[in-house]
T-cell receptor, first 112, second 112 residues
Framework: GNSVTQMEGPVTLSEEAFLTINCTYTATGYPSLFWYVQYPGEGLQLLLKATKADDKGSNKGFEATYRKETTSFHLEKGSVQVSDSAVYFCALPRGGSEKLVFGKGTKLTVNP | NAGVTQTPKFQVLKTGQSMTLQCAQDMNHEYMSWYRQDPGMGLRLIHYSVGAGITDQGEVPNGYNVSRSTTEDFPLRLLSAAPSQTSVYFC???????????FGSGTQLSVL
């Protein structure tokens, strides 16, 4: 079945540093791919998505490109802020929209 | 708009006790689901529902029951709590055919 492997953290960066969080997937066909973010004490919320190969999802300065050749969907941001401190999850559908498979999460801490 | 509401936020149980975690959404979503979040494990699907009267098992259903008598509510029942069920539980919902999940803020459960 579909699965996702996510870079494990934690990741600690200084403000304005460049961020990459790696995510690779195994899937039948070409499902949509997602990044969710969980801020401290909150539930997850959708950060961005991409629905087909070579599609780029973007939101709040974060970007991720759906790479079919490398089966990857790495999350990037050019200049992180303290407010970006959170846990980031890569995800894809298991077999239906209500059944997402999540990576183990990567905790990001950004120091001023 | 309240979105997805979970109660309680915190709960401590003794081994063998039963309880119900409540989840309600006011967005008229067809799909609802329950996940548990454990350190180093990411989120794992417990049960899900594609509409009122229809439920199915996820990855880790043992020890949990669900029902869906209305579109709005999707309670999760722990039949006889065990320490292995200590976790943070998240309820999520989505529109039919739309893969964006909306999450509640979670219930932190400790079983002693």
């Amino acid at each position: 079945g579909n699965s996702v492997t996510q870079m494990e953290g934690p990741v600690t960066l200084s403000e304005e540093a460049f961020l990459t969080i790696n995510c690779t997937y195994t899937a039948t066909g070409y499902p949509s791919l997602f990044w969710y973010v969980q801020y401290p004490g909150e539930g997850l919320q959708l950060l961005l998505k991409a629905t087909k190969a070579d599609d780029k999802g973007s939101n709040k300065g974060f970007e991720a490109t759906y790479r079919k050749e490398t089966t990857s969907f790495h999350l990037e941001k050019g200049s992180v802020q303290v407010s970006d401190s959170a846990v980031y999850f890569c995800a894809l559908p298991r077999g239906g929209s209500e059944k997402l498979v999540f990576g183990k999460g990567t905790k990001l801490t950004v120091n001023p | 708009n309240a979105g997805v509401t979970q109660t309680p936020k915190f709960q401590v149980l003794k081994t063998g006790q039963s309880m119900t975690l409540q989840c309600a959404q006011d967005m008229n979503h067809e799909y609802m689901s329950w996940y548990r979040q454990d350190p180093g494990m990411g989120l794992r699907l417990i049960h899900y529902s594609v509409g009122a009267g229809i439920t199915d098992q996820g990855e880790v259903p043992n020890g949990y029951n669900v029902s869906r008598s209305t579109t709005e509510d999707f309670p999760l029942r722990l039949l006889s709590a065990a320490p292995s069920q200590t976790s943070v539980y998240f309820c999520a919902s989505s529109f039919g055919g739309d893969e964006k999940l909306f999450f509640g803020s979670g219930t932190q459960l400790s079983v002693l």
